[in-house]
């Protein structure tokens, strides 16, 4: 049974830092490209970050690129997600999310989701 965890959400002050934690079993994260994606109060989903399978290639929104970095730990099958200088428009709900295939290919195709870390950045 597949099965995403995600941990590592909670209180930061903007400029501040968090790492989040994606744990995920009966599958092998390395196989399969990941991502993160993040729901703010009231508002849609937004993707966040994706790493492609194997070589594991990166790429982010435009909104959190050279601030956030997604990466993946195979011996402990666990994606991260390391957010620094943390802004209020930041806070949300972050999900990481597993794709069918090998490659990131868009938000919205995913196939398991874990359930959720809320993050808030305010002073």
């Known amino acids: 049974e597949v099965q995403l965890v995600e941990s590592g959400g909670g209180l930061v002050q903007p400029g501040g830092s968090l790492r989040l934690s994606c744990a995920a079993s009966g599958f092998t994260v390395s196989s399969y490209a990941m991502s993160w994606v993040r729901q703010a109060p009231g508002k849609g989903l937004e993707w966040v970050s994706g790493?492609?399978?194997?070589?594991?290639?990166?790429n982010y929104a435009d909104s959190v690129k050279g601030r956030f970095t997604i990466s993946r730990d195979n011996a402990n099958n666990t994606l991260y997600l390391q957010m620094n200088s943390l802004k209020p428009e930041d806070t949300a709900v972050y999900y990481c999310?597993?794709?069918?295939?090998?490659?990131?290919?868009?938000?919205?195709?995913?196939?398991?989701w874990g359930q959720g870390t809320q993050v808030t950045v305010s002073s």
């Open positions: 999310a597993k794709y069918p295939g090998a490659k990131v290919t868009g938000p919205g195709n995913y196939d398991y």
């Open positions: 790493i492609n399978s194997g070589g594991g290639s990166t």
